[in-house]
């Protein structure tokens, strides 16, 4: 079992026919993910890297059982391909694309929760199970399969802790980037249930940065709920308060959203917090 893909995702890409679209349908189904269908409106009948091209996406699922989309759609058109993708049927939504407007994105958040769907970002690098299924921008050559469960708001931390973990030997169950806009449709919490419940994550690893307080609730939450050992690094210790900082949600005020606080929350329950990224790795080590 692993977390949210596996061996029975059928994965449809929306925006296949674009450049993104099309490198990275070729590198997921490098990594072994079963790319069953693509949706570009009035492109019907091509096809990309051997999958074929349909105009709708239930025309797609309809065709092929598809029950998982990647949209590399431009934002202003984003909503729009998400809330076609979940009136489809599809259960898991991940949403690649950066500057999506936030009213946008609190609309397909609350869409998705009406219909039993889920969504992955937007503005995120997706996620990996090695050995099963890849849905999203990460570098293939970063993974291994294991244990580790990871769940980050960064995309390039992600991919220099996994690497790292790698490097050490230490391998991944399911690796998920979040995102880090201020309105996404997966928490930390949500990740840390589904960890806690995943028989094949025996370690769960936590990327945050500053801004919001989903670090501070995700403590709580370890608090009362989370029985695997958990290890966190907390980007942005540096920032200037009051500074944006990269990501939309980075931002700091009014005294929240801190490193520091987020570093002192994640400790008193337990939770060994790396100074950094690499870090991670040795720390795993010690308990191991």
Do not use: W
């Not at 993910?33 to 492109?43: E, L, M, Y």
């Not at 998705?112 to 970002?121: D, L």
């Not at 991919?159 to 490097?167: G, P, W």
Request: proline share 5%.
């Amino acid at each position: 079992m692993a977390v949210l893909v596996n061996k029975d995702t059928k994965l449809l890409v929306q925006g296949i026919t674009g450049h993104q679209g099309r490198y990275h349908t070729m590198a997921m189904k490098e990594f072994g993910t079963n790319v069953v269908a693509g949706v570009t409106p009035g492109k019907a009948g091509e096809t990309v890297e051997g999958v074929p091209v349909f105009n709708t996406v239930q025309d797609a699922v309809d065709s092929t059982g598809a029950n998982t989309s990647i949209v590399f759609v431009p934002a202003p058109f984003t909503m729009d391909a998400v809330l076609e993708a979940i009136d489809a049927g599809i259960e898991l939504v991940v949403t690649i694309t950066e500057h999506v407007p936030v009213h946008d994105a609190m609309k397909m958040v609350s869409y998705a929760k009406m219909k039993g769907a889920r969504i992955i970002g937007p503005n995120c690098p997706g996620l990996a199970s090695p050995g099963k299924a890849k849905v999203g921008i990460l570098p293939n050559m970063v993974f291994k399969e294991g244990n580790v469960g990871v769940v980050s708001k960064s995309g390039t931390l992600t991919y220099e802790i996994v690497n790292s973990l790698t490097e050490a030997g230490i391998g991944q169950s399911t690796t998920v980037g979040i995102g880090g806009d201020p309105v996404t449709g997966t928490s930390f919490i949500d990740m840390l249930e589904l960890f806690e419940k995943d028989p094949e994550t025996e370690r769960i690893v936590m990327v945050g940065e500053i801004g919001g307080t989903a670090e501070e609730e995700a403590a709580e939450y370890i608090k009362e709920h989370v029985t695997k050992p958990v290890y966190a690094y907390i980007a942005g210790r540096t920032a200037p308060p009051g500074k944006r900082m990269g990501h939309a949600g980075a931002i700091v005020s009014r005294g929240r959203g801190t490193a520091e606080s987020k570093i002192k929350a994640l400790r008193s329950v337990g939770v060994k917090v790396a100074k950094i990224p690499t870090e991670i790795a040795e720390l795993i080590k010690e308990d191991l």
